[in-house]
T-cell receptor, first 112, second 113 residues
């Protein structure tokens, strides 16, 4: 049982490049989330998916798109990376009823 | 509005001292959940505790204890007899609708040996 996995662990992009962050969970959770963590800001929700086939915006969705490919996978895409998107990105999943979120190890992204 | 405030940004203590982290929240919901997470220097987020709004009992788990006071909208966290391994950032969080967490900005705890 791997829990929540994220790839890659580290990534450096040039301004304007695109990339997709991958997230998968093997706990059969319905809900999945993408957060970004910036120094002094805590974690802020980018997008979430309450179930397969549905996605909704969080606090800071601009510049991102998401895909809930199936129950296991929830990807985050940066179409045209900007230096302001330099951050640590966390994926999380949550089972029905407990409200507890299980976090992946994070992806450290630098945009130059 | 849903909001979590952790006023102290960095707290330094000498090993074996107690440290209390304050968390004040705002919500219009009558049913809600509060969490504490630990983020050690390695970067992962570790779940510590969940408390729902109907359960105001304080909780103790080893050297960790939590004081939930609905009347003052606070959910404070105390580490007793701190150890160097407690050095981390600690986040308080409030669950909103659709299980979306609202995080505080975190408390950086530094335990000096």
């Amino acid at each position: 049982n791997a829990g929540v996995t994220q790839t890659p662990k580290f990534q450096v992009l040039k301004t304007g490049q695109s990339m997709t962050l991958q997230c998968a969970q093997d706990m059969n959770h319905n809900s999945m989330y993408w957060y970004r963590q910036d120094p002094g800001m805590g974690l802020r929700l980018i997008y979430y998916s309450a179930s397969e086939g549905t996605t909704d915006k969080g606090e800071v969705p601009n510049g991102y798109n998401v895909s809930r490919l199936n129950k296991r996978e929830f990807s985050l895409r940066l179409e045209s990376a900007a230096p302001s998107q330099t951050s640590v990105y966390f994926c999380a999943s949550s089972p029905e009823g407990t409200r507890e979120q299980y976090f992946g190890p994070g992806t450290r992204l630098t945009v130059t | 509005a849903q909001k979590v405030t952790q006023a102290q940004t960095e707290i330094s203590v000498v090993e074996k001292e107690d440290v209390t982290l304050d968390c004040v929240y705002e919500t219009r919901d009558t049913t809600y959940y509060l969490f504490w997470y630990k983020q050690p220097p390695s970067g992962e987020l570790v779940f510590l505790i969940r408390r729902n709004s109907f359960d105001e009992q304080n909780e103790i788990s080893g050297r960790y204890s939590w004081n939930f006071q609905k009347s003052t909208s606070s959910f404070n966290f105390t580490i007793t007899a701190s150890q160097v391994v407690d050095s981390a950032v600690y986040f308080c969080a409030l669950v909103r609708g659709n299980n979306r967490l609202a995080f505080g900005k975190g408390n950086q705890v530094v335990v000096i040996p």
